[in-house]
């Protein structure tokens, strides 16, 4: 299974974009790459996720590399509400298309 | 509103008995999913479902037992062989099991033991 590095913590100043990084160097061709974020004591929200392109969606965008060794979420402006745990994904496709998820960056976005 | 409904949000389970959490989902989606988050750890998959009256083992499948009679719901139990039960038992469906659809989570049930 690919394996995702993402750093644990990050803060963001509201108003601003927040960017998070995710490496996946060991992504497979037809793996997608997904994003998630958990606030405590709540289920996991879908965000956005992708093959190879850019995407974009009303909540988020994001950023593959050409060689889909990594990739970058951008929430464009950051509000205290944005404040999560943020989890990239390369989504498997046994014991149907299970996440894993790792230890996820701790978002905090400060006032 | 369409969505994922998991109930009850917090249960406490007595020594050797069953405790049984549902999950229902008004998204007419055929897979459904069933993972356990313990503090400061990612999700694990207990079982899964793809399709009305077929179920699969995940990676945790002891100590649990699940059921899909009905499309929109997966009731997941908790027996008495699950020795550590305590933890946050989340419930996930997607249009089908394939790699370009997104699973979406419910708010979790919370177990805890009495």
């Known amino acids: ?111 | 509103d369409g969505g994922i409904t998991q109930s009850p949000k917090y249960l406490f389970r007595k020594e050797g008995q069953n405790v049984t959490l549902s999950c229902e989902q008004n998204l007419n989606h055929d897979a459904m999913y069933w993972y356990r988050q313990d503090p400061g750890q990612g999700l694990r998959l207990i079982y899964y479902s793809q399709i009305v009256n077929d179920f699969q083992k995940g990676d945790i499948a002891e100590g649990y037992s699940v059921s899909r009679e009905k499309k929109e719901s997966f009731p997941l139990t908790v027996t008495s062989a699950q020795k550590n039960p305590t933890a946050f038992y989340l419930c996930a469906s997607s249009i089908w099991a394939e790699g370009n659809q997104p699973q979406h989570f419910g708010d979790g049930t919370r177990l805890s033991i009495l």
């Not at chain 1, 803060?11 to 960017?19: I, K, M, S, T, W």
């Not at chain 1, 037809?30 to 405590?40: A, D, G, L, S």
């Open chain 1, 1 to 111: 299974d690919a394996k995702t590095t993402q750093p644990p913590s990050m803060d963001c100043a509201e108003g601003r974009a927040a960017n998070l990084p995710c490496n996946h160097s060991t992504i497979s061709g037809n793996e997608y790459v997904y994003w998630y974020r958990q606030i405590h004591s709540q289920g996991p929200q879908y965000i956005i996720h992708g093959l190879k392109n850019n995407e974009t969606n009303e909540m988020a965008s994001l950023i593959i590399t050409e060689d889909r060794k990594s990739s970058t979420l951008i929430l464009p402006h950051a509000t205290l509400r944005d404040t999560a745990v943020y989890y990239c994904i390369v989504r498997v496709y046994n014991q149907g298309g299970k996440l894993i998820f790792g230890q996820g960056t701790e978002l905090s976005v400060k006032p």
